[in-house]
């Protein structure tokens, strides 16, 4: 937000501040792609080194894709049956859009800059997911699906449909969802209580915990998701998009009272719809790249990234050369990199101290039980009258 002093950058890399209550991300990614080696689709489109794309055995694609390459949930999928004229496919689902956030991050770049530099190559978008979070949750779904039911929807789709999830064991809600036109179109809509999700993964079950938490996503396929890259790569801003889809696709209005217009385009916008419209104004593009810990980011270089060198490293044992530790020598640290360090060893530092208080708790407390301990087996042979000398309690 503009006039605001520097933000806090969360552990995720998100700088957010508590007037911020709406960001969009790029929550899923497909392109197709011809006339591109695997080597250059790395390398030149998505700017990864190639040796760091692994060999992908997982589930294919449907449509007749089996996987290629993968660099985490980063995939590339080639056409069965040698049938090249299909193209490959880059699938970024939402995790694999915040894997890739980490490389446009290293390359300095946005999203804005990856789609423009995708266009210059011969691609087709079969499918872009925009999510819109609203933290402060300027509606319940259930106040939409109510509304909808009421025929207060205005929207050029005609169909919709609602799911409440409950545990069945208690009847205890566990989120609603309001899907907006048909799967089948070119754009469909889901908006969603996020809240319950992430509480559901993290265990949380009490109500009054649950985050508060919406996501609004827009699905852009086939043509609409080719104008909607056009579109960001020329205002390379979000707001404007996402209120033009919006307002082109749905709204909510208040109910007409004693009025005989049955228009519904002319009533009056419902005020918390209206006032999320107002923000959606605000909105920004932002990337969410998925930061792990010293732990989490040694078991993946030791899933991801040592076969690989591994590989390497045999090679040069084969041919008497020294390029592996040639590379990593020379490698360049960058200030990301540099902070990494610092984090990364501040952390063993931190865990190492509460390892050595733990420690030293268990042996003070050891000492008091053993003191304790001692002081009731004297007790006890005083109340049966034996006479002995006085015992010296040892750690005294």
């Given amino acids: 937000m503009s006039g605001m002093g520097q933000p806090p950058i969360t552990n995720r890399g998100v700088e957010c501040t508590e007037e911020e209550h ?21 390398g030149k489109l ?22 290629l390459m993968c660099f985490d949930e980063i995939r590339v999928f080639e056409p069965t049956n040698e049938r090249v004229e299909r193209g490959y496919q880059i699938v970024m689902a939402g995790k694999g859009c915040r894997n890739y956030e980490k490389f446009l991050e290293a390359n300095e770049e946005t999203w804005y800059d990856f789609f423009a530099r995708a266009l210059e190559f011969e691609v087709n978008f079969p499918r ?46 566990k ?24 509480a559901e993964k993290i265990g949380i079950v009490e109500d009054e915990e649950i985050p508060n938490w919406n ?39 208040e109910k007409a009272e004693k009025s005989k217009d049955t228009n519904r385009r002319r009533y009056a916008m419902w005020q918390p719809w209206a ?22 980011r040694l078991e993946w270089i030791g899933r991801s990234v040592a076969p690989t060198l591994k590989v390497y490293k045999m090679i040069d044992e084969a041919l008497g050369t020294n390029f592996v ?29 509460l390892a050595q208080k733990r420690a030293k708790d268990f042996q003070a407390e050891s000492m008091r039980a053993a003191k304790e301990m001692i002081a009731e087996r004297i007790a006890e042979m005083q109340d049966r009258g034996w006479e002995s000398a006085p015992l010296a309690i040892p750690f005294a």
Avoid at 281 to 289: C, D, I, R
Wanted: charged letters at 30%.
């Fill in 215 to 253: 996501r609004y996503e827009l699905k852009f396929r086939q043509k609409r998701a080719v104008r909607l890259v056009e579109e960001l790569v020329r205002r390379k801003e979000i707001f404007t998009v996402a209120m033009e889809v919006l307002n082109d696709n749905i709204r909510f209005v």
């Fill in 22 to 42: 709406l960001s969009a991300l790029v929550d899923w990614c497909q392109i197709t792609v011809w006339n591109l080696t695997p080597e250059d689709i790395a």
């Fill in 175 to 198: 989120g609603n969802t309001l899907n907006i036109g048909s799967r089948q179109s070119e754009f469909f809509m889901t908006f969603y209580e996020k809240g319950y999700e992430q």
């Fill in 128 to 173: 872009i997911d925009i999510a819109i979070d609203d933290r402060k949750t300027y509606f319940e779904i259930s106040e939409l699906i109510a509304l909808s039911l009421e025929g207060r929807a205005v929207s050029r789709s005609r169909l919709a449909s609602s799911i409440g999830a409950f545990t069945l064991a208690n009847g205890e809600r």
């Fill in 325 to 353: 530790d040639e590379i990593i020598e020379n490698a360049v640290l960058t200030k990301k990199h540099v902070q990494m360090l610092e984090d990364y060893l501040k952390q063993i530092q931190a865990e190492v101290t």
């Fill in 46 to 67: 998505l700017r990864i080194p190639y040796f760091l794309m692994s060999n992908d055995f997982r589930g294919g694609l449907q449509g007749g894709y089996q996987g």
């Fill in 275 to 296: 006032e999320f419209m107002r923000d959606v104004g605000k909105l920004k593009l932002t990337m969410k790249p998925e930061y792990k810990d010293y732990y989490q």
